[in-house]
Nanobody
Framework: QVQLVESGGGLVQAGGSLRLSCAAS????????MSWYRQAPGKQRDLVAS???????NYADSVKGRFTISRDNAKNTVYLQMNSLKPEDTAVYYC??????????????WGQGIQVTVSS
């Protein structure tokens, strides 16, 4: 069973920075992509950033230029560096790993989520 463990969340003032980590229980090369999602109270879970095995990245418009996703293959860990944080970034952040099992068959794994709170 794949486990994804997030860390690095907490409370920060607006304009501050945090770095989230997602440690996987197996080689992250086994996943086609790894992503960070977030969910604010009363809202749906949205994609924040993703990174493929090849290193291609994708960001939500709301975080472009402020957040950076990266991966350390040797540590089986994906990071989300969050700078210039805003109160609207407050949410539970989830790590996600996607694995292509066959033709159009995907399996998704989720971490338990970690709270990020940005005070104004």
């Amino acid at each position: 069973q794949v486990q994804l463990v997030e860390s690095g969340g907490g409370l920060v003032q607006a304009g501050g920075s945090l770095r989230l980590s997602c440690a996987a229980s197996e080689s992250i090369f086994s996943f086609n992509s790894m992503s960070w999602y977030r969910q604010a109270p009363g809202k749906q879970r949205d994609l924040v950033a993703s990174i493929t095995t090849g290193g291609s990245t994708n960001y939500a418009d709301s975080v472009k230029g402020r957040f950076t996703i990266s991966r350390d293959n040797a540590k089986n860990t994906v990071y989300l560096q969050m700078n210039s944080l805003k109160p609207e970034d407050t949410a539970v952040y989830y790590c996600n790993a996607a694995k292509l099992l066959g033709s159009f068959s995907w399996k998704y794994y989720w971490g338990q989520g970690i709270q990020v709170t940005v005070s104004s």
